[in-house]
């Protein structure tokens, strides 16, 4: 749930924990710059707590800011920011001792891009939550269902709250009753081989390569990545098609058995290319091979981490 | 200056009279964002834009600019065709078009010539488009520019409601508005409307920093402390300087494959850790700190110095397009 009572909690837990110690820096969110933007907030005093927000805006997956931290972290989480940490305890990115998940009541966040497709933005000089609408002030008051603009990972998503916590802030959102999350991956796998060609040129010669998705994405944490080796420089580093498919694909693929579709990479391109396309579908073989679904359990190994006897081996083409 | 008035429903016209001159490139609009590209036809302009997606930047200097093609055997060199025909930038907002000048003091510096930026440069029109609906991440009047600035462009429309108010501002714009639409004096009442107008527009961008001010401060602050955490939620990827209308670094790259290949100029970022990685391994920049040090020291102080102006011109793209909100007006107030 969205609700000021929220923030008042976030601020006042974030205050004790630093002052008993128990961390050294919280990971939240603050209030961004311009009209309906949050911004990653690094607290580090308990005085700062009092910038800490919760709204629906709380877009970003926080747990990208993990990596390589040797403070002891108290992160704000949705499900997927858990979610996320979740692979990085797993894959032994950070140690659970110093990391406290403090788990938030997330009723999903909204899709700016969509929301300004609809709304002038700019003239918004505030926003609150009713229930189930988003209500925002501009010259009139605007009232949107929040289900209606909120962003595509978050409508497939039935893991709001955060699966692993130390600390949960407020009720449990009630987990919605998604009919069928592959939905989309299911019709896109029904069309023709040119069809699907046509989609992956699309997005490529939208894709400018800034590596907005890559460098929100949570999973990439790679020291080097490949599009940054130079010997060998594996391929082209322009805006040629077949170079920047070729970015995307590898991507996706480094990600499957990981990927908790947070919708980070989506909402951080400029483009508004719909990214988690490909990722979605990787997640669907995943679970349909290795009835696994990733950032539930630090304890287990992840799916390609571990194998069985009878996994499938339908892939394996060459005899 | 010489001014006249065009009627909005005489634009079409004067549109494809323009696309029988020459390219005209121009905002449109594909899929949710505006973006300049070639006209195929005059049906396609979107003259009602606030502001687009990425900057025209990308005409005179392309993501990806093929400088030549070659093949192994007999040494085979294969120059581009170079574009000598005459083109038109229609609809550039005053931001973008001062953006140019600031590209040609680095394509244009006087020991350094970009022939392919140049043939461009030389052979297009700019017709620049006033602002009347700024938005919240505007701050040109931040950095020397306004809603009705001129510069870089050679002729400006005024969106007057019904109709568009012309600006001559440079011969070649006047004689282009001549032959187009003929120029000499508009109405006094829109004149006076659209200078009200201006104003109007110039009260809704209050200025965020003093640029001079912050310049001179950047000169003693390279090892300020603001440096530190300022730069902590940045994630390290391109968007900002890639939408960006004056960052211009670029990297040259060699494509080969077995028997030819081409050499190519594409955009390269300095919030990428590859950029001044040295081929020892040593990378002098190792973290987000100094790399966005860097980004806005460039900007606000070295580019300064070596041109005269900051290298910013307020479009806030990259305030827009960041996907952390890492907003440029606060981090450079934190130097005022």
């Not at chain 1, 990439?220 to 498919?245: M, N, R, S």
Request: charged share 25%; proline share 5%.
């Amino acid at each position: 749930m969205w609700s000021k009572e929220i923030t008042q909690k976030i601020r006042a837990t974030a205050e004790s924990l630093l002052l008993e110690g128990k961390v050294d820096l919280i990971i939240g969110y603050e209030a961004g710059s311009t009209p309906l933007r949050t911004a990653p907030s690094f607290v580090r005093s308990a005085e700062q707590a009092s910038l800490l927000v919760w709204n629906p805006f709380c877009e970003n997956n926080l747990s990208v800011y993990l990596e390589g931290r040797k403070e002891k972290v108290g992160l704000m989480a949705k499900g997927c920011d858990a979610r996320a940490a979740v692979v990085a305890l797993q894959e032994k990115r950070i140690d659970r001792d110093r990391l406290l998940i403090i788990g938030l009541p997330c009723s999903g966040v909204v899709d700016r891009q969509k929301l300004a497709a609809s709304v002038n933005i700019d003239a918004v000089k505030a926003f609150s939550v009713d229930k189930d609408s988003l209500v925002l002030q501009t010259e009139e008051e605007v009232r949107l269902p929040l289900e209606d603009v909120l962003h595509a990972s978050c409508k497939t998503c039935s893991r709001r709250n955060a699966p692993v916590s130390d600390i949960f802030i407020g009720e449990k959102s009630s987990e919605p009753q998604v009919k069928d999350e592959f939905a989309e991956v299911k019709s896109f796998e029904g069309l023709g081989t040119q069809e699907r060609w046509r989609y992956f040129r699309e997005l490529a010669q939208k894709c400018i390569r800034c590596y907005a998705c890559r460098n929100a994405c949570p999973l990439c944490y790679c020291q080097e990545c490949i599009v940054d080796q130079t010997q060998p420089q594996w391929f082209g580093k322009t805006a040629a098609e077949e170079d920047t498919l070729i970015y995307h694909i590898i991507r996706a693929y480094h990600c499957a058995g990981r990927c908790i579709d947070c919708g980070a990479c989506s909402r951080a391109c400029p483009m508004g290319i719909d990214l988690r396309l490909l990722n979605k579908k990787l997640q669907k073989d995943v679970q349909e091979l290795y009835h696994y679904i990733p950032g539930l359990n630090p304890d287990e190994a992840p799916a390609f981490g571990t194998f069985k006897l009878d996994d499938p081996q339908d892939c394996i083409t060459e005899k | 200056m010489d001014t006249g008035i065009i009627k909005k429903e005489n634009i079409k016209g004067v549109i494809e009279s323009l696309m029988q001159m020459g390219k005209v490139v121009a905002p449109t609009r594909q899929d949710d964002m505006t973006v300049f590209s070639a006209l195929p036809s005059s049906e396609a302009l979107d003259l009602n834009y606030t502001n687009s997606k990425l900057s025209p930047k990308d005409y005179f200097f392309p993501q990806t600019e093929v400088l030549f093609c070659y093949e192994k055997e007999n040494n085979q060199i294969h120059p581009p065709l170079i574009e000598d025909k005459p083109a038109c930038l229609v609809g550039v907002r005053p931001c973008d078009a001062k953006a140019i000048t600031l590209l040609d003091c680095i394509f244009n510096d006087p020991q350094y010539k970009d022939v392919y930026y140049l043939n461009k440069r030389k052979n297009t029109v700019v017709i620049g488009l006033a602002c009347t609906n700024p938005q919240s991440t505007c701050f040109c009047t931040s950095t020397g520019g306004g809603p009705l600035d001129t510069t870089g462009m050679d002729m400006l429309w005024q969106d007057l409601g019904d109709r568009y108010l012309i600006k001559a501002v440079t011969p070649q714009g006047k004689e282009l508005a001549s032959k187009l639409f003929g120029i000499d004096k508009a109405p006094e009442k829109d004149l006076s409307y659209a200078k009200k107008q201006g104003e109007k527009v110039l009260s809704m961008i209050p200025p965020a920093f003093e640029a001079e001010k912050i310049s001179e401060k950047l000169r003693s602050s390279f090892e300020d402390s603001v440096w530190e955490t300022i730069h902590e939620k940045c994630l390290g990827c391109a968007a900002c300087t890639f939408v960006c209308p004056t960052c211009h670094c670029f990297d040259i790259q060699d494509e080969n494959s077995r028997d030819r290949g081409r050499r190519v100029k594409l955009w390269d970022s300095c919030m990428f850790p590859l950029f001044t990685l040295h081929t020892s391994g040593h990378n002098p920049r190792l973290s987000g700190k100094e790399r966005m040090r860097q980004r806005i020291m460039h900007k606000f102080n070295y580019f300064k110095v070596n041109n005269g102006h900051v290298a910013c011109v307020g479009c806030g793209r990259c305030i827009r397009e960041c996907p952390v909100n890492m907003d440029i007006r606060q981090i450079v107030s934190a130097f005022s």
